[in-house]
């Protein structure tokens, strides 16, 4: 049970986090579809738009949350399904979860709906009980195969020595459920020995999901830690990080937050990342959540406001010795992951504030900074709809019914 003084040390350590790492919160997973650009919009109920360059939304998909009759009696989880949630092959793919479940021997699960978006109404695909506790992500590949991606255990065997939180999954189709076909290896062979560490293990899940026409490009935001899948094959194509300076053992401790400041699809296929400068936030000691919470537990009568400015003023000392962005791009075809001699065009060496180090990719190649939600313009003139990702005359056709649900949002 919590007492007050936990709880007050669980808010705050979700405030902390959220204040600590604003790149996870502010950053919008974005895909290219066609020549459209398709968002999360949290602020439309969780629904999914299609934006052109001017930031006019084409097409609005709504939340499966709020899709009526769908068979998800189940809790909604945001934070995995945005982060997994992408378009593969005419369609939107997404993740459900529900309350834990008993299995017949006791053992604990956790009930996973995967569902897509096709022809304008969302479709049960089918379940999956994963065993509790963690939480999954999925890339949808081709011939009805997923890469699952767990924070916790290996799905397969969790007491094997070469743990993996990657494995694949394909569609029963005739029962509506996902069968568990073999792990994937991770592919980061100096971590072998550190995927015991639950804070090691978890850095593929709590990472960023980019998808171009071919590939899946996973980064983590804290470790520089990257992986490429290609979606024709449901494979790992390569692994490795985009610090050179990074060693195993920073690495299993969870690296530096916010180091990867953000992570989007270029239109030629490519995967651009905004980072800081791996020399000086290498030799950063300082932790201002630490700092914040050793403050909370040696002075319990301070107030929260007192103990959340006290963290304030340390993050903006770790942020102010920090302050160069360095841009790095990846090349899912070759493998190759390259540190760029300057920035995109629109982009900048300097940071200067989080939301103003947010960006969004242009068809043209350059970025935008300063991108976020608020960009979007809701009640845009209908046009026609992106193409599909495989290249052909088919569009995807707003229908007024769709393309008016968040209307009513401000």
């Known amino acids: 049970m919590l007492t007050c003084r936990s709880f007050s040390s669980l808010i705050l350590g979700m405030c902390i986090f959220a204040m600590c790492v604003p790149a996870l919160a502010q950053s919008v997973k974005g ?35 709020n899709a009526v009759d769908f068979p998800v009696p189940y809790e909604f989880c945001r934070e995995s399904s945005w982060w997994s949630s992408c378009w593969r092959n005419d369609a939107l793919y997404t993740l459900a979860y529900g309350a834990k479940e008993n299995n017949e021997d006791g053992s604990r699960f956790t009930r996973w709906t995967f569902a897509k978006w096709q022809n304008n109404e969302w479709r049960l695909i089918g379940e999956y009980k994963a065993p509790a506790p963690g939480l999954l992500s999925a890339i949808p590949c081709d011939r009805d195969r997923f890469i699952a991606i767990s924070s916790a255990k290996d799905l397969s065997n969790d007491g094997r020595i070469d743990r993996t939180p990657f494995h694949l ?16 290896d991770h592919g980061q062979d100096e971590l072998r020995k550190y995927m015991s560490n639950p804070e090691c293990f978890e850095l593929a899940w709590s990472g960023k999901v980019v998808m171009t026409d071919s590939h899946a490009v996973l980064v983590s935001k804290n470790t520089g830690l990257y992986w490429i899948f290609s979606l024709e094959k449901a494979s790992l194509t390569k692994a490795g990080n985009i610090f050179k300076s990074a060693t195993p053992e920073w690495i299993a401790k969870g690296g530096f937050a916010g180091a990867v400041i953000c992570v989007n699809p270029e239109k030629n296929g490519t995967v651009l990342i905004s980072a800081l400068e791996e020399s000086l936030f290498m030799k950063e000691r300082a932790d201002a959540n630490k700092i914040a919470q050793d403050y909370e537990e040696k002075y319990p009568y301070l107030e929260f406001e007192s103990i959340l400015s ?50 969004r990719p242009m068809p043209d190649g350059s970025i935008k900074m300063g991108w976020n939600e608020r960009n979007i313009t809701e009640k845009a003139e209908i046009k026609p709809g992106p193409t599909n990702d495989a290249g ?12 008016s649900v968040g209307d009513d949002y401000d």
């Open 31 to 65: 895909q290219w579809v066609g020549d459209s650009y398709l968002v999360f919009s949290e602020s439309r109920g969780d629904s999914y738009v299609f934006i052109d360059e001017n930031d006019n939304i084409q097409l609005t998909i709504p939340s499966v949350k």
């Open 169 to 184: 999954m394909s569609v029963i189709e005739d029962r509506k459920e996902i069968n568990l076909d073999s792990p994937i």
């Open 310 to 359: 006290i963290m304030e003023f340390y993050q903006k000392e770790i942020d102010d010795r920090n302050p160069f962005i360095v841009w790095y791009r990846i090349h899912p075809e070759s493998g190759k992951a390259e540190k760029l001699d300057a920035p995109p065009e629109g982009g900048t060496y300097l940071r200067s504030g989080w939301k103003k180090n947010i960006w």
């Open 392 to 403: 052909g005359d088919k569009k995807i056709e707003p229908e007024s019914e769709i393309a």
